[in-house]
């Protein structure tokens, strides 16, 4: 059955077709062809026509033009529209003309850089090489002395060649060209870095006498040119014309039904995904089902593996966390066919061949538009029919491009934002640099002005990390700084997962980097690979080691936070008339204090657990809206403000008096006494659904319990408050206008702040050090922010708050859209 046709049964089909809020057609795209160069080496001409290549797409030809001109270029193009080889062409081709040169190709990840690897080896005029953490000692001297290629990573330039440029004195004396594939990753805390070691590799390059031309590659992003100039620091042409074949493809949105009216609740996102998958593999068609994390990967791969009709084995899911030979191994399986689906996260979103597949499935928006096109992108086979689907979660953001799906379809991808000049990030660099080749009293670092880098120099000399003499300055430290610090997170460690078996094998499953160890495999955690179900029975923070077991829990486990907040400095505030805006620097203290124990099959909470782990302090940047007491006012007028703590009335203290003696001073659900920890008196009926304290404070209404047991209460009868119905909004609406992911911004809501003076706030903050430029951005754009989120709780069809707008009440609550939406209507005015 053709894609075509089956797709036509979906039309009809009463379970699929209402829940579609969106089909887009994109037509297929003839391909404009130029011929090969005239002065094209041989070689390589015949090696393409053995492939059946007998032409060059237009823009594949223009980068040829640009690297025989000695520019730099920026080639930005669809998935399977030839990049690789706009730039691997002039690249050996210049290569065979002068056996001088080296060129060093770099991807973001190990998987990526081996695949491309496999495709230069099949051209064997040209010594091409992987060097990487999984390279043998043993080549590696062979390797860094015949490769004409090296290919790599950002994280072994940084960890492995940089330090030891003297052993690569005749590579870098020849570098000509540097390719840096897929750039749009190189953004955040990552992209930051990348940037520096550029920085540190143009330094080093120069001082063996080379100054190398750089190739960069993106998927489609809001600001390429920009992008790359901040990367590289270099003046760079821009090809953005895609000029290659496209097949049709049907792109869909999928809104899973309504399964409860009242509370807005949909059907599940995750079980609407494998159904759809399920009938797709099931028809036939290859697939890719996208997660957004590994416990959601590994939880549909288990379900697709129950519904679909082939063996389990044709089903694999691939994430990061894999060890590289299962990858690899998954990877052959994709492009051979015998792998017929799979769940993935990001990690397979990048240029890895695994062929051209039938089907996408998106379970999620990626947040992104750049990434939801770059997952898209997957399917399609030469100029055959695809299928993308996009199915949205009861998220806001998901909601609103269900409601205006023209906004993924016609909008202009986000921006990458990079700061190379964050000083927490630059300085580290800055060391490493000093250890590479001291500085000089003349040099400057990067962007950093003269003065700038003396001071910066000047502070690494008083800590003693660096030495001043003879105009220069040295490295003084017996480590080499590029071991203290990673890439890709705040933090250098790793902490391995050490699975031991019935019979006492110990093997390694994986790892996990340390910040996310705390909630990920705290003590009691539940942890899934590969559709297999393990418990961590221990955790190690000083030797970074989680000990697992196989297991078989009806549950899993979602970890449970407290936070704290303090302002450091205040960077920018404006008087938006009904409230202020800030942004500012601050302290965010965390601390894992339990997890829940969750059912699988209701999704009911059957238990929690206490732990005592460590707190986090991360000092970053937020942007945080606090409300005037006039904006309060009004809304108490109208009887649309439940955002303040609670009053009781004049007779509490004895009432209170009165309950603890009838529940004998003891809490009356985990039976704790008040001798052992603070009782509170709870509610069994939110104080804020009544319109008296005497209607409220009945006897009956009214029960003791520990200030855990509380909590846990009041999770599920809550009065969700406008304040906290504006913040959920603002944090899940924030990615429409960064090109980031939800948990890369915290949000925090508060009736009574100190980031306020007291008065009701609502904060963005960044997950990263010291920010990169989020929290400006959302600052800036304060308006639109908020008059999107306002137009979505508008439109919302449920009627007092859901988790597709302002979050939900609990159990038993109230969803405050109301409130919410009156105080969006004032700060919209």
Same mark, same amino acid.
């Given at each position: 059955?053709?894609?075509?046709?089956?797709?036509?049964?979906?039309?009809?089909?009463?379970?699929?077709?209402?829940?579609?809020?969106?089909?887009?057609?994109?037509?297929?795209?003839?391909?404009?062809?130029v011929d090969f160069p005239l002065n094209l080496d041989q070689r390589l001409k015949s090696h393409l026509l053995s492939q059946d290549i007998r032409?060059?797409?237009?823009?594949?030809?223009?980068?040829?033009?640009?690297?025989?001109?000695?520019?730099?270029?920026?080639?930005?193009?669809?998935?399977?529209?030839?990049?690789?080889?706009?730039?691997?062409?002039?690249?050996?081709?210049?290569?065979? =003309?002068?056996?001088?040169?080296?060129?060093?190709?770099?991807?973001?990840?190990?998987?990526?850089?081996?695949?491309?690897?496999?495709?230069?080896?099949?051209?064997?005029?040209?010594?091409?090489?992987?060097?990487?953490?999984?390279?043998?000692?043993?080549?590696?001297?062979?390797? *860094?002395?015949?490769?004409?290629?090296?290919?790599?990573?950002?994280?072994?330039?940084?960890?492995?060649?940089?330090?030891?440029?003297?052993?690569?004195?005749?590579?870098?004396?020849?570098?000509?060209?540097?390719?840096?594939?897929?750039?749009?990753?190189?953004?955040?805390?990552?992209?930051?870095? %990348?940037?520096?070691?550029?920085?540190?590799?143009?330094?080093?390059?120069?001082?063996?006498?080379?100054?190398? @031309?750089?190739?960069?590659?993106?998927?489609?992003?809001?600001?390429?040119?920009?992008?790359?100039?901040?990367?590289?620091?270099?003046?760079?042409?821009?090809?953005?014309?895609?000029?290659?074949?496209?097949?049709?493809?049907?792109?869909?949105?999928?809104?899973?039904? %309504?399964?409860? &009216?009242?509370?807005?609740?949909?059907?599940?996102?995750? *079980?609407?995904?494998?159904?759809?998958?399920?009938?797709?593999?099931?028809?036939?068609?290859?697939?890719?089902?996208?997660?957004?994390?590994?416990?959601?990967? =590994?939880?549909?791969?288990?379900?697709?593996?129950?519904?679909?009709?082939?063996?389990?084995?044709?089903?694999?899911?691939?994430?990061?966390?894999?060890?590289?030979?299962?990858?690899?191994?998954?990877?052959?399986?994709?492009?051979?066919?015998?792998?017929?689906?799979?769940?993935?996260?990001?990690?397979?979103?990048?240029?890895?061949?695994?062929?051209?597949?039938?089907?996408?499935?998106?379970?999620?928006?990626?947040?992104?538009?750049?990434?939801?096109?770059?997952?898209?992108?997957?399917?399609?086979?030469?100029?055959?029919?695809?299928?993308?689907?996009?199915?949205?979660?009861?998220?806001?953001?998901?909601?609103?491009?269900?409601?205006?799906?023209?906004?993924?379809?016609?909008?202009?991808?986000?921006?990458?934002?990079?700061?190379?000049?964050?000083?927490?990030?630059?300085?580290?660099?800055?060391?490493?640099?000093?250890?590479?080749?001291?500085?000089?009293?003349?040099?400057?670092?990067?962007?950093?002005?003269?003065? @700038?880098?003396?001071?910066?120099?000047?502070?690494?000399?008083?800590?003693?990390?660096?030495?001043?003499?003879?105009?220069?300055?040295?490295?003084?430290?017996?480590?080499?700084?590029?071991?203290?610090?990673?890439?890709?997170?705040?933090?250098?460690?790793? %902490?391995?997962?050490?699975?031991?078996s019935s019979a006492g094998e110990i093997n390694v499953l994986g790892v996990v980097d340390r910040d996310s160890a705390y909630w990920m495999v705290?003590?009691?955690?539940?942890?899934?690979?590969?559709?297999?179900?393990?418990?961590?029975?221990?955790?190690?923070?000083?030797?970074?080691?989680?000990?697992?077991?196989?297991?078989?829990?009806?549950?899993?486990? &979602?970890?449970?936070?407290?936070?704290?907040?303090?302002?450091?400095?205040?960077?920018?505030?404006?008087?938006?008339?009904?409230?202020?805006?800030?942004?500012? &620097?601050?302290?965010?203290?965390?601390?894992?204090?339990?997890?829940?124990?969750? *059912?699988?099959?209701?999704?009911?909470?059957?238990?929690?657990?206490?732990?005592?782990?460590?707190?986090?302090?991360?000092?970053?940047?937020?942007?945080?809206?606090?409300?005037?007491?006039?904006?309060?006012?009004?809304?108490?007028?109208?009887?649309?403000?439940?955002?303040?703590?609670?009053?009781?009335?004049?007779?509490?203290?004895?009432?209170?008096?009165?309950?603890?003696?009838?529940?004998?001073?003891?809490?009356?659900?985990?039976?704790?006494?008040?001798?052992?920890?603070?009782?509170?008196?709870?509610?069994?009926?939110?104080?804020?659904?009544?319109?008296?304290?005497?209607?409220?404070?009945?006897?009956?209404?009214?029960?003791?319990?520990?200030?855990?047991?509380?909590?846990?209460?009041?999770?599920?009868?809550?009065?969700?408050?406008?304040?906290?119905?504006?913040?959920?909004?603002?944090?899940?609406?924030?990615?429409?206008?960064?090109?980031?992911?939800?948990?890369?911004?915290?949000?925090?809501?508060?009736?009574?702040?100190?980031?306020?003076?007291?008065?009701?706030?609502?904060?963005?903050?960044?997950?990263?050090?010291?920010?990169?430029?989020?929290?400006?951005?959302?600052?800036?754009? &304060?308006?639109?922010?908020?008059?999107?989120?306002?137009?979505?709780?508008?439109?919302?069809?449920?009627?007092?708050?859901?988790?597709?707008?302002?979050?939900?009440?609990?159990?038993?609550?109230?969803?405050?859209?109301?409130?919410?939406?009156?105080?969006?209507?004032?700060?919209?005015?």
């Open positions: 059955m053709s894609l075509t046709s089956f797709l036509s049964l979906w039309k009809s089909d009463s379970s699929i077709a209402p829940n579609i809020s969106a089909w887009q057609v994109f037509p297929k795209r003839d391909p404009v062809y032409s060059l797409y237009l823009h594949q030809y223009q980068a040829w033009q640009e690297i025989q001109s000695g520019n730099n270029f920026a080639l930005v193009t669809g998935t399977a529209s030839g990049k690789t080889l706009s730039y691997t062409l002039p690249v050996l081709h210049n290569l065979l =003309e002068n056996d001088s040169y080296r060129a060093l190709f770099l991807y973001p990840t190990k998987a990526l850089a081996h695949d491309q690897l496999g495709a230069l080896n099949a051209f064997s005029a040209v010594t091409a090489a992987a060097y990487d953490g999984d390279t043998p000692s043993s080549q590696r001297a062979v390797i *860094r002395s015949s490769s004409q290629i090296i290919i790599s990573n950002p994280d072994m330039l940084h960890l492995g060649i940089l330090p030891y440029h003297t052993h690569w004195e005749d590579f870098f004396s020849r570098l000509q060209y540097v390719v840096l594939d897929e750039m749009h990753t190189y953004r955040g805390v990552f992209g930051s870095h %990348v940037a520096n070691v550029i920085r540190r590799l143009k330094r080093v390059a120069n001082h063996y006498g080379s100054s190398p @031309q750089f190739l960069l590659t993106s998927a489609t992003i809001g600001n390429p040119l920009a992008h790359a100039k901040t990367l590289i620091e270099e003046k760079v042409q821009l090809i953005n014309k895609d000029y290659s074949s496209r097949g049709e493809k049907h792109f869909l949105i999928f809104n899973p039904p %309504v399964i409860d &009216e009242i509370l807005g609740l949909r059907a599940g996102m995750q *079980r609407e995904s494998v159904r759809l998958a399920s009938e797709i593999i099931n028809a036939g068609y290859q697939t890719i089902l996208f997660g957004r994390s590994r416990k959601s990967v =590994e939880f549909m791969l288990t379900k697709l593996r129950e519904k679909c009709s082939i063996p389990p084995d044709f089903i694999r899911a691939y994430r990061s966390g894999y060890l590289p030979l299962q990858r690899r191994e998954i990877e052959a399986g994709l492009r051979s066919g015998q792998v017929r689906a799979v769940a993935a996260t990001t990690a397979l979103e990048l240029g890895i061949d695994i062929g051209g597949l039938d089907a996408v499935i998106i379970a999620g928006y990626p947040g992104s538009i750049a990434g939801a096109w770059q997952q898209a992108g997957r399917s399609g086979r030469a100029d055959n029919p695809s299928l993308s689907i996009l199915v949205a979660s009861s998220n806001p953001l998901d909601q609103y491009l269900a409601l205006y799906p023209e906004y993924l379809f016609n909008s202009n991808p986000e921006s990458a934002l990079i700061d190379p000049d964050n000083l927490l990030i630059a300085l580290n660099h800055i060391k490493c640099s000093a250890y590479e080749i001291p500085f000089e009293d003349s040099d400057y670092y990067g962007n950093f002005s003269h003065t @700038q880098t003396m001071e910066l120099l000047d502070f690494l000399q008083q800590s003693g990390t660096l030495h001043h003499s003879q105009n220069k300055y040295f490295w003084m430290k017996d480590s080499y700084p590029a071991a203290g610090f990673s890439l890709r997170t705040t933090t250098n460690q790793q %902490v391995t997962l050490k699975l031991i705290h003590p009691g955690a539940i942890y899934l690979h590969q559709g297999d179900i393990f418990h961590v029975d221990s955790l190690n923070l000083e030797t970074n080691i989680a000990s697992l077991s196989p297991s078989t829990p009806v549950y899993f486990t &979602e970890p449970e936070r407290q936070t704290s907040f303090a302002v450091d400095k205040l960077l920018e505030k404006s008087c938006l008339g009904t409230a202020d805006k800030f942004l500012g &620097e601050i302290t965010v203290t965390t601390q894992v204090s339990g997890y829940k124990k969750i *059912r699988w099959s209701q999704y009911e909470v059957i238990g929690r657990e206490s732990l005592d782990l460590p707190s986090t302090s991360l000092k970053t940047t937020g942007f945080w809206i606090t409300l005037s007491s006039e904006t309060e006012t009004a809304l108490r007028k109208v009887k649309l403000w439940t955002s303040s703590p609670n009053e009781y009335g004049p007779n509490w203290p004895s009432l209170r008096e009165i309950i603890l003696r009838r529940d004998k001073n003891t809490c009356q659900i985990c039976g704790k006494s008040g001798d052992i920890v603070p009782l509170h008196i709870h509610h069994k009926k939110p104080l804020r659904s009544f319109s008296s304290f005497e209607e409220a404070n009945q006897i009956d209404n009214l029960v003791t319990l520990c200030f855990r047991c509380h909590n846990r209460a009041e999770a599920v009868v809550r009065v969700n408050s406008g304040l906290r119905g504006l913040g959920y909004a603002l944090h899940s609406l924030s990615p429409l206008f960064l090109m980031c992911d939800p948990g890369d911004l915290g949000v925090h809501t508060d009736c009574n702040s100190p980031l306020g003076d007291g008065r009701p706030v609502v904060l963005l903050h960044e997950q990263i050090p010291a920010g990169i430029g989020f929290s400006k951005n959302l600052y800036d754009r &304060e308006k639109e922010l908020l008059d999107t989120a306002f137009e979505l709780v508008r439109v919302c069809p449920c009627r007092e708050g859901c988790p597709s707008c302002v979050g939900p009440g609990g159990e038993k609550g109230y969803g405050g859209k109301m409130e919410t939406l009156a105080i969006l209507e004032i700060l919209c005015a």
